[in-house]
């Protein structure tokens, strides 16, 4: 089926470990989207794309890197994971514009240890 | 304060019943989400709406730019409704794209 495909779904990592939670679309989009769900918050953004070849900060970008490989995927990066990284990340893609909708991923449960 | 609120936070109702969950907004936007996440994680869009009126089976939703308020209604709720709903808008004009969201409204029916 076509949409945002997340990997792993599940991750247990130690403090300090690093690690790549991949992202692909396969409709076409322009723009893609890392976002982290933490308990009692919304969903805030950590790092988007606004098409292949940018990238560019969000709302809680320290700690992370990302990168777009080509213009279905892009990966996010913790390079020395911390327990306050613990969270559901998820991966959007939209179309561009300013009023197009949105497709999510089914989320990475990450926790540091 | 919150750019985006919701309420109620949490609602338990019968099967049946007729549903409304508010989100209100403080920035100037460009189109306003609504989302639903189930027990499970994966979220699914539900409207996009920039002005008026949008309806999907049992589901309404409707938008004041006025007054910048926004609401989601139930028909004939069922218990497979039951489900986290997400309010998120897009702000209009320049800075970071993305969506800003709600914290969520968790909606238990009861059979």
């Known amino acids: 089926n076509a949409g945002v495909t997340q990997t792993p779904k599940f991750q247990v990592l130690k403090t300090g470990q690093s690690m790549t939670l991949q992202c692909a679309q396969d409709m076409n989009h322009n723009s893609m989207y890392w ?50 990284q613990t969270s559901v990340y998820f991966c959007a893609s939209s179309v561009s514009n300013r009023e197009s909708g949105y497709t999510f991923g089914s989320g990475t449960r990450l926790t540091v240890v | 304060k919150n750019e985006v609120e919701q309420s109620p936070q949490n609602l338990t109702a019968q099967e049946g019943e007729f549903i409304t969950i508010n989100c209100s907004y403080s920035v100037g936007i460009s189109a306003l989400h609504w989302l639903q996440q189930h027990p499970g994680g994966g979220i699914v869009s539900l409207f996009m709406l920039s002005s008026g009126k949008k309806k999907h089976g049992r589901l309404i939703a409707t938008i004041n730019i006025q007054e910048k308020h926004s609401s989601l209604h139930i028909t004939a ?34 059979p």
Do not use: W
């Open chain 1, 35 to 84: 976002y982290r769900q933490d308990p009692g918050m919304g969903l805030r953004l950590i790092y988007y794309s606004a098409s292949e070849g940018t990238t560019d900060k969000g709302e809680v970008p320290n700690g992370y890197n990302v990168s777009r490989l080509n213009k279905r995927e892009f990966s996010l990066r913790l390079e020395s994971a911390a327990p306050s």
């Open chain 2, 77 to 110: 709720s069922h218990p497979r409704d039951s489900a986290v709903y997400i309010c998120a808008v897009r702000r209009s004009g320049g800075g970071a794209d993305g969506l800003t969201f709600g914290k969520g409204t968790h909606l238990i029916i009861q």
